[in-house]
Structure formats: structure tokens, C-alpha cells
């Protein structure tokens, strides 16, 4: 039976919804609404006087190589993030899930990363890999790996994406966490007096009850690439060695704030905003066809 509630007074349901609108009034719609007048102006470095351009920004953003760089720079960085991110945290899980001893300890120290402001994390791993003082880099040196990402494009791209999942994991981690231990145990048991292995058991039982997470999880990861890591790549590469890790996101903020391009990096913030909407589109209305609830 499906119960439904409701409401003597017409005006208390708006009243009861009106702060969480007010909420997504202010910091979302507002400032997207500005976002997208703001693309259609081009403005002084000062702000002293504005003039209505109309869609010009949007084409010389497009005729600019070096955006369309960073689109396939995103792009990767994207696509490893999340795929390695989700991937990474559900063997941790799984591993996590059958720990009889110490399983508090485990975890703990798991959950621990997300705890990490991105600066903070950012500056731990450029540390790590510093070609002069890191130790991980003085490692790679003794296996005779020479690294220095300060010239080397793909080693810096290399260390935000590391930078970027070990900051994200945590947050993978408890969700999958989550999810395999919501699954009956009698599922698992049947299927191994059944004589299914682990890896059987874990394809054919475990993961399409995950899918619901996983599906979560990858929308999540998608969203994080392109926003949050703006600080990971600050602290770390600020975009370079020139500009080859000059994500999406970085290079908004760049072009408005250092090169003072405030009508450039406007539109660049409305395509990137359209960007994340079309992809969680895509993914809700053909992944999510996969899911099994």
C-alpha cells in the first residue's frame, strides 16, 4: 500500500521546502545566472566599464588551441580519476569487508585521506615527488626511473591523477563499504556451498549488487575531476610544465584571475558547467538503464 501525506494548509509544504530553495537560490542559480551575463560581456581588467559582446567569448574560446588542449587534457585526467578512483577503492573494500582483526584499524586509516584539505594534499605530494628532495622521486631514481615532473608533462599529469584518486578514495571507500556489508550473507554462503569461488561469487553476486553504487559513485567522481581538484593542481603543477595540466577548471580561474580575461573565463565556466550537466545527463539516462536496484 502506498501511503502519501497530506497537507491541510496549501502554503505549508512551500513553507517547509523554502529554506532548502533559498539555499539553492542563492548559491547555485544566482551565480550561475552571473556567470552566463558575465560570458556575454567583455569587461577591463579594473571593471570600470563593460560592454555587451554577445557570443564573442564563446569564439574565441574556440578558436583558441590551447582551450582545446585542456579539453583533452580534462578529458584524461577525467577518465583515470575516476576510473582508477572507483576501481582502487572497491579492492580496498573488498579486502576491508573479510579483515577479522584489526578491521577498525584498517579502516580508520582509509578514511583518513578524506579528512585532508586538497592544498594539504596537493603540497604532500609534490613533496614526495620533488625532484631534488622527495623520497618517492629518489626511489624512481634508484630503479633507474628519472623523474622530474617540472619538465616532464606526462609525469606531471601522472602526479595529479595520483594526487587526485588518493584524495578521493576515502570517500569511494566508505560507500563500497557500505554496500558490501548491506549484502545478506546468506547470498555469499549459498553460493559457496554451491562451490562458486571468490572471484565467482564476487562477479556474479556481489558486483551487480553494487551497481547502485557504483553508478553513484561514478557520477560523484565524474563531478569531482571536473571541479574539486582545482587545488590539487594548484598546489602541485599549477598547470604545467607550461600549460599541460591546465585542467578545465584551473584554466578558468587562471584566464579571469591572472590574465584578467573576465568575459574568457566566464564562458569558460558556463561551458564547463554545461559539460558536467550533459554528462550526469548521459549517465542517468543510459548507465543508469544497467543498474540493478
Request: charged share 10%; with cysteine; glycine share 6%.
Amino acid at each position: 500500500m502506498e501511503k502519501r501525506v497530506l497537507f491541510r494548509s496549501s502554503w505549508l509544504p512551500w513553507v517547509l521546502i523554502a529554506p532548502q530553495m533559498a539555499v539553492i537560490l542563492v548559491f547555485f542559480f544566482w551565480p550561475a545566472s552571473q556567470a552566463v551575463l558575465q560570458s556575454m560581456q567583455s569587461e577591463d581588467a579594473f571593471g570600470t566599464s563593460t560592454v555587451f559582446v554577445g557570443l564573442e567569448n564563446f569564439q574565441h574560446l574556440f578558436q583558441d588551441p590551447a582551450y582545446i588542449e585542456s579539453f583533452k587534457v580534462t578529458a584524461i585526467f577525467s577518465v583515470l580519476v575516476a576510473g582508477c578512483g572507483i576501481a582502487l577503492s572497491l579492492v580496498l573494500a573488498i579486502f576491508a569487508d573479510r579483515i577479522l582483526r584489526g578491521a577498525l584499524a584498517y579502516k580508520t586509516f582509509l578514511i583518513i585521506p578524506y579528512a585532508v584539505a586538497p592544498a594539504v594534499a596537493g603540497v604532500l605530494w609534490v613533496f614526495m615527488f620533488s625532484p631534488s628532495i622527495g623520497v618517492v622521486a629518489y626511489g624512481l631514481r634508484k630503479m633507474g626511473y628519472d623523474w622530474n615532473h617540472l619538465i616532464n608533462s606526462n609525469q606531471a599529469l601522472s602526479l595529479i591523477v595520483v594526487a587526485a584518486v588518493w584524495k578521493q578514495i576515502s570517500y569511494n571507500f566508505l560507500f563500497f563499504l557500505a554496500g558490501l556489508q548491506s549484502i545478506p550473507k546468506a547470498l555469499i554462503e549459498a553460493a559457496s556451498i554451491d562451490g562458486a569461488g571468490p572471484l565467482r561469487r564476487f562477479w556474479t553476486i556481489q558486483f551487480p549488487l553494487l551497481s547502485p553504487t557504483t553508478f553513484f559513485l561514478l557520477v560523484i567522481n565524474v563531478v569531482y575531476a571536473f571541479f574539486d581538484t582545482f587545488a590539487l593542481v594548484h598546489a602541485t603543477t599549477e598547470g604545467g610544465p607550461g600549460r599541460d595540466t591546465a585542467i578545465l577548471v584551473y584554466k578558468v580561474w587562471h584566464d579571469g584571475f591572472r590574465a584578467l580575461d573576465l568575459g574568457g573565463s566566464a564562458a569558460q565556466s558556463v561551458v564547463l558547467m554545461l559539460i558536467v550537466v550533459a554528462l550526469t545527463v548521459v549517465q542517468f539516462r543510459y548507465v543508469e538503464k544497467k543498474v540493478q536496484y
